[in-house]
Structures are given as C-alpha cells and as structure tokens.
Nanobody, 122 residues
Framework: QVQLVESGGGLVQVGGSLRLSCAAS????????MGWFRQAPGKEREFVAA????????YYADFVKGRFTISRDNAKNTVSLQMNSLKPEDTAVYYC???????????????WGQGTQVTVSS
C-alpha cells in the first residue's frame, strides 16, 4: 500500500520560510514524478510545483516562482518544498502527490498525501 506522509507545515509570519517534506513508501517510484498541490479554504485545489523522476526538470506555478524550490531524494523516496518569502495568500493545506509519469504531474496524480496545513499570518 502506497503511503505519502507530509511534514513541516505550521504557522509562520509574512516573509518567513517553511520547508515541507514528503516521504513515500509502499512501492518503487522509478519513473514517477513528485510534487505538491495546495487547497485554500473555499477554493479549488491548485498545482504548486513538480519535479521529474531524475530531478532534471522542475515546474512551478507562476504564483510561487522565485519563492519556492522543489527537490527530491530518490534514494530516500522523498520530495521537499522550500518555501520562502511566504505571503498570507499562501495559506492552504499542502498535498504531496506522486504520479506515474517521468516528467511532470497530471491534473489527478496517482497518489496523494493527507495534507499539511500552512498558515501565514500578517
């Protein structure tokens, strides 16, 4: 059974930083892309960032470019999201996602984590 377990969420002030991590287990993830979505209250879930299987390609939503950095460690089956210069509009539940394609995430990835809350206070 595949499990994705996120950690690192919390409360931070405007301009602060957080690092989210996600540990995947339950199968091999060769040729799988990994990434993050988020969902704010009253809004639809939206794509945040993705990283290809070998880490050579990264993708970001426009609203996080220059502030967030995604990385992965295939030896540990983990993906991380370093979030800097956080804004109140970044407040959301962040979900780790893993998809069975080597380059990028589809709109409905194969596997999801349970989510971790990020709250940015002003």
């Amino acid at each position: 059974q595949v499990q994705l377990v996120e950690s690192g969420g919390g409360l931070v002030q405007v301009g602060g930083s957080l690092r989210l991590s996600c540990a995947a287990s339950g199968r091999t993830f060769d040729s799988y892309s990994m990434g993050w979505f988020r969902q704010a209250p009253g809004k639809e879930r939206e794509f945040v960032a993705a990283i290809s299987w070998l880490g050579g390609r990264t993708y970001y939503a426009d609203f996080v470019k220059g502030r967030f950095t995604i990385s992965r460690d295939n030896a540990k089956n983990t993906v991380s999201l370093q979030m800097n210069s956080l804004k109140p509009e970044d407040t959301a539940v962040y979900y780790c996602a893993v998809d069975g394609v080597p380059d990028g995430l589809g709109p409905d990835p194969d596997y999801w984590g349970q989510g971790t809350q990020v709250t940015v206070s002003s």
